[in-house]
């Protein structure tokens, strides 16, 4: 706790903030307020779901009160940012409370994720400490990170998360932490606009960026999004394939506990058939996950065949979703398919239970109605900022409950995406109809340029997902000595016969999509690869295509 710590400005108007506390959009409570006012409610009532079983509120509450007394023992304390690396599970939820209790800001991170990935965050984030797995699969996070300690100086422990006998020397172990006593534990009170998370970008293609969100953005922006998706106001039970440690995540803790007293079903890894299984065996009110998750899904019922039990919602998110994915999964699955249009920067929009199956217009899926409870969205022209019509294509760009502070140790990143007046620029193209539906048609940033010539990738995806031998796809662009870039499209096959790159641009072609967009690649993949964050790994696929030699 030093007068260098990071400092998080929040770049939205103070008096716009505390309006929405006076109008009762945000509680105007810390997360850990929040979630212990929960804990009293309902003593007994299941917090969490994972590999080690059930696990109460008030249980949880006692290992998050020993767990933050350890940690303030090490002088860790308000405004201290913590780095955070587990796999879905309790102890990623027992580390987000603690740090919350002690008006300490956690900064999640995917396992998966590498060391040089894990060094530039803890560094540019001035983190003090960093929690993380001594194992998971063939990772070993908290030795690689114990190896960075020389080179960040801020970083004064690292906190290893495994069996007894595994922690790396160096390293805390968190089991002792947790056997801390909390009899004396008081926790903080921190302001609840200041800064309770921080949120990283997929990060798939650059390094990640930071976004610092408050306590009222996320129980209150965020939470109200998820509010408006539990129809009689049960508390829910979630889901979770894709990571905690996410930004489609941070839906977990901070809001299906904290904000909404529900119960959070985890997965310390994807597969489909462990997702299949548990909607078997926890019947949860709520699935959040990725298109590509669902679509992995779906191909394991075409092979068993069996019922699933209905939620009220799948939602997806992180990736477009087509219409093809949403009518199979509303059919699969027996519920409301949502579409959310969202990302960490600060941008969220949800199609929501009206239907079964989410609208379409040309450009496929529709983002749904902005919700002001949850964010406000507007269109811009992309060179002048100007506020453009109904109907008008331009930037979409966001302000509202669960816009971030800033970007964090960034300030080029806010110059460069935040608006004097607080409005986020999320790089993304739309417009907004006459019925205030919003359609999000690609990226300014997105493209494969083509002999000077621009292509959508996501728009090719849409009409290849109709393909009757595709069961997923993604195109990217690979580099090219004559064209600059050419489009490749790596394909799941649905079925024992993988379509051709002819087949797919016979398909395109009668789809009405004109030639200079059909791929010029094409390649066959068993299944997509996926990033820390449970979205298609395109530069994988990208590396995969550049080093092949026998491209069909």
Known sequence: MTAERLVLRDLLPAELRRSWVVDGTCPDLDLYSLFRARQIAD?????????????????????????????????????????????????????????AALGAVPLPFPVGRGVLEAEGLLRRSEAVAV??????????????????????PRLRHVIAAGRPGTVPDGTIPLAELLRSDPVGFVPARPDPDSAARILVSSGSEAEPKMVAYSHNALAGGRGNFLA??????????????????????????????????????????????????????????????????????????????????????????????DATTAAAAAQAFGCSVVNLYGSADGVNCHTGLGRAVP????????????????????????????LLPDGAVGEIISRGPMTPLCYVGAPELDARYRTPEGWVRTGDLGYLDADGLLHVVGRLKDIVIRGGANISPAEVERELTAHPQVRDVACVGVPDPLMGERLAACVVARGAQPPTLASLRAHLTGRGLERRKHPERLLVVPELPLTAAGKPDRAALRERLTESTALV
Not at 63 to 76: D, N
């Open 228 to 321: 408006s998706l539990i129809p009689d106001g049960t508390p829910p039970r979630c889901l979770f394939l894709v990571p905690l440690a996410s930004a489609f995540g941070s839906n977990g803790t901070a809001v299906t506990l904290a904000r909404h007293g529900g119960t959070l079903v985890l997965l310390d890894h994807f597969t489909a058939d462990a997702a299949l299984a548990a909607v078997r065996a926890h019947r949860p009110t709520h699935v959040l996950g990725v298109p590509t998750m669902v679509r992995m899904m779906l191909e394991r019922l075409d092979v068993t065949d069996e019922e699933l039990p209905p939620p009220t919602a799948l939602v997806l998110g992180g990736a477009p979703l």
């Open 43 to 99: 003593l007994h009532r299941t917090a969490v779901i994972d590999a080690k079983g059930k696990l109460c509120y008030t249980a949880l509450d006692r290992k998050v009160r020993c767990l933050a007394t350890g940690l303030r023992e090490l002088g860790i304390g308000p405004g201290d940012v913590v780095g955070v690396q587990l796999p879905d599970g309790r102890g990623a939820v027992i580390a987000d409370l603690a740090l």
């Open 131 to 152: 929690i993380a797995a001594t194992e998971h699969r063939a990772y070993r996070h908290a030795a690689d990170l114990r190896t960075l300690a020389a080179a960040l």
């Open 359 to 386: 609208p379409t217009d040309g450009s496929g899926v529709v983002a749904g109605h902005p919700d002001p409870r949850v964010a406000e969205i507007r269109i811009a022209d992309p060179s002048t900022h100007q």
